[in-house]
């Protein structure tokens, strides 16, 4: 997931994407918490691969969830953490959940995770021969960025990020766009647009932060998907610029962003 993920997008796509964007200090694994449930399989301690590969990986913790490991951080400040998708209200999501198939960690529970890897796909990582990897569908990479752009909270470190999400979904765009996928990333959005009025805010806002070209991108995709799927035009908040997106967000209260 991450800024990892993103990296193995280029040649899934066939593009070239900006190198600037892949820079981070964070690794995320993710899984969903049914089909750790029900595997019948427990992989071996993850901090024991880290050790072996990295002897200053070393554990953290959660202060809700004391009891199990949150994930790994080495001395040169690199993180390794487990996501699951969020099954209850904003409190039990503080803690951490167990996932057995995964060994003994806790995964940290994210609201809109579940719309991100869901139905993932296959690439590669360029190092060596090649490193096969299993990463989220790249439109619903792209869309998902726009959502988590609207949820950073910090200072200067979450405004970096804030400027990282929105450079990755923008690249993202222009690719899919490249690689003739406007189908693929309109429908992701109109998915996540269906899925009620907490989604559309956090969509309007990240997708109004988009450079006017690439905003252009998304609203062709979108349209572009509507007409395809024989779906009512205007129906997902695009169609109108982005002054539409800003007259949806002042009838919706408008939210601000929470950076």
Not at 40 to 45: L, R, V
Not at 48 to 63: C, G, H, R, W, Y
């Amino acid at each position: 997931m991450g800024s990892h993920a993103f990296q193995a997008y280029g040649g899934l796509l066939g593009i070239k994407l900006d190198r600037a964007t892949y820079r981070t200090d964070d690794i995320d694994i993710a899984q969903f918490y049914s089909i750790s449930v029900l595997v019948d399989d427990s992989m071996t301690d993850i901090g024991n691969i880290l050790e072996e590969v990295d002897s200053t990986f070393k554990p953290i913790f959660n202060a809700f969830s004391p009891d199990l490991v949150a994930g790994y951080r080495n001395k040169a400040g690199l993180k390794i953490e487990i996501l699951t998708l969020n099954r209850g209200d904003a409190d039990y999501g503080r803690g951490l959940s167990k996932l057995p198939a995964l060994g003994n960690i806790g995964a940290q529970a994210l609201p809109f995770l579940d719309f991100l890897i869901y139905e993932p796909v296959r690439s590669v990582v360029l190092h060596g021969a090649g490193v096969g990897v299993v990463v989220p569908a790249p439109q619903r990479f792209a869309v998902h960025k726009l959502i988590l752009s609207t949820r950073r909270q910090g200072g200067m470190e979450a405004a970096s990020k804030v400027s990282k999400d929105l450079a990755q979904s923008a690249s993202l765009i222009r690719g899919l766009a490249e690689a003739k996928q406007d189908f693929e990333l309109g429908a992701a959005w109109m998915e996540a647009w269906r899925r009620g009025p907490k989604w559309r805010k956090h969509l309007a806002i990240g997708s109004l932060r988009l450079q006017d070209s690439d905003f252009g991108l998304l609203e062709d995709a979108v349209c572009y998907a509507e007409k395809m799927t024989g779906t009512d035009r205007r129906s997902h908040g695009m169609g109108d610029g982005k002054e539409g997106l800003v007259n949806f967000r002042r009838r919706m209260g408008g939210v601000r962003p929470q950076i």
